[in-house]
């Protein structure tokens, strides 16, 4: 018997449905159940052949068990090492790697120093920094959000150099980045299971949260859709994530990569809505049972994507994802040749923040740099000259 399990948090409706479609569809050998986890003891093998990870993200125990479940044998999805070193920043550089378009974005150090550090472990850091020369990169309006993080928290969108500094002051110990607004007049969010399966949803966020999916959208160009999958299926090769969203924004026709690093994304039924609720409930059931089917005991069963693949051995020569057929894709926007099945995204329930909503403003705050709370070159000085 191949075991499945889910790992979940405070989600409600997709851990049953996924548990219930496996069980519902009876295949020899295969059952799926909510992951149990009692002692965890070094280099023991779980009961599971494939665990399905929605919430280590929020329990660092829960991603220390799925590593070591890991190591012996259990494909974990998404894989724990992986989602363990990536973020946002490096991602975005990857993307530019990997010949997907993504807006113009700059690594900022953290306003407050981190606890245990004091102004010489910013040595290294050039203070002031070339605030100038960022925002000309950059350009206003623009958008600030941390190098790791989602559900839209701490997200700003800005105006100009005070708009920035007064915000940044308000971020303490977050790593954040500036980022070029992409102004768009299409947005999409996209499931990608198992590096291959997409479901396209047009998503205007600029729309109250209840009505942010939307359905009966206008109908879009069927090139623009081919390349937005084709980059959603670029990026998750790269990343090598077998359950992942992936955000674009569309300006003057080219779609950029907003929102990529996102192993465990929002699937409520109430958030989505029932069409997308059921293709992904439908689609991850059929991966997990791929990969258990697919498991061999006792050996690495991860995904790991082109990024280490190709670190590990790069003359791999071979696409790390196949092609899909293109029956495959089951957009859920219109596209001309799919006018007759039109599907709906019925509803969307508040998940998530708005830009720039409540800040938590520190009092400590009162310069416009970044850690450093002195210049750092007189730290630096003061070091030569007492050599
Ligand atoms: N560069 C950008 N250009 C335009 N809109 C953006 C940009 N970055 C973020 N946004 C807006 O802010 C929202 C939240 O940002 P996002 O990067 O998706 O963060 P989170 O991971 O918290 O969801 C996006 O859905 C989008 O509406
Ligand atoms: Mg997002």
Redesign the pocket.
Known sequence: MKKIGILFGQENTFPQAFIDRINEKKINGIMAEAVLIDKVMQADPTEYAVIIDRISQDVPFYRAYLKNAAISGTAVLNNPFWWSADEKFFNNALAIKTGVPV?KTVLLPSKDRPDDTTENSFRNLKYPMDWDGIFEHIGFPA?M?PFA?????N?YKLNNADEFFKSHSETGQLIMML????V?NE?FRCYCLGGDEVRIMQYE?RNPHHLRYVHDGPTLSKKLLDTVKDYTIKLNAALGYDFNTV?F?VRDGIPYA??FCNPAPDADINSVGQENFEWVVETAANMAIKKAQEHKPGQMNLTWGTFVKNAVAPTTKKPAVKKTPAKKATPAVKTPAAKTTPTKAKKAVAT?KT?AAKKTTTTKAKTTAAAPKKPVKKAITTKRKSK
């Open positions: 807006p958008y959000k993080g989602g559900g839209w928290k997200v980022q070029e607004e992409i768009f947005y966020p955000e924004a907003i929102d998530t830009v």
